[in-house]
């Protein structure tokens, strides 16, 4: 018994120390790769996936060890609907970035408004902090951080794949596509959609020799009926 008891002691103190910092450049990216993920799926992932990334929040938000927030970090472990609900919190936020809208959000000790069109300039932001639970507090803590590193906060981007939509980090200004699959996608599309006449007087030529090499040289050739995809 004496052995049990010192065990779950060195454990409490475990889940109390105050884990590093997360460092500067690492913020942004993580809280964009936060916004993606599914918290049901995590729970039901490899065992340490979610505590891994409750770690990572601890990290983030850099509570001191004394911080009643912490026990409700810890029991974010046996509840992913709740983190889910966190999660939902930032992608809207970083949507609004993207997207360069306004956000808002309410809450039992005031609101947070960030008009991300502004952001960066004076007018941008309008905040009021009072007691909030740790939804409203890694919401605080976002739009700090957003507003700490304004240049890296304007590369948050959403790709202009019409079937991707996601939220990514630009690594350059004129940067559209969260990466070459989008990329390449889109390149194609283009293509069919801008050669789309061309291809389609290539496919008769083709088409006419066939039928002259079959026939006769000087044979009129009808028109082939258009399939249901119009090829």
């Not at 960066?120 to 909030?132: D, F, I, K, M, Q």
């Not at 890694?138 to 590369?155: H, K, M, N, S, W």
């Not at 202009?160 to 599309?189: D, I």
Request: hydrophobic fraction near 35%; glycine fraction near 6%; charged fraction near 35%.
């Amino acid at each position: 018994m004496t052995v049990s008891r010192k065990s779950k002691a060195a454990k409490d103190v475990a889940a109390t120390e105050r884990p590093e910092a997360m460092k500067k450049e690492r913020i942004l990216p993580w809280l964009v790769d936060l916004s993606r993920v599914n918290a049901g799926s995590l729970a039901k992932g490899r065992p340490g996936d979610l505590p891994n990334l409750i770690y990572e929040l601890r990290q983030w938000l850099d509570l001191e060890p004394d911080e009643p927030l912490n026990a409700e970090v810890r029991r974010l472990e046996k509840a992913p609907a709740r983190l889910q609900a966190i999660i939902e919190r930032v992608a809207g936020l970083l949507g609004a970035v993207a997207d360069r809208n306004c956000f808002r959000a309410d809450y039992s000790g005031g609101n947070v408004v960030l008009d991300a069109g502004k952001l960066g300039s004076e007018g941008g932001r309008a905040l009021s902090y009072r007691e909030a639970n740790l939804e409203d507090a890694v919401l605080r803590v976002a739009l700090d951080d957003l507003y700490e590193d304004v240049e890296a906060a304007l590369t948050i981007q959403r790709c202009e794949e019409p079937e991707c939509l996601r939220v990514f980090l630009a690594e350059r200004k004129n940067q559209k596509y969260c990466g070459h699959r989008c990329t390449n996608k889109m390149a194609s599309r283009v293509y069919r959609k801008t050669h789309g006449k061309e291809r389609a007087e290539r496919e008769r030529a083709r088409y006419e020799r066939q039928v002259r090499g079959r026939t006769a040289p000087n044979v009129k050739v009808a028109r082939r009926p258009r399939t249901e995809t119009g090829s």
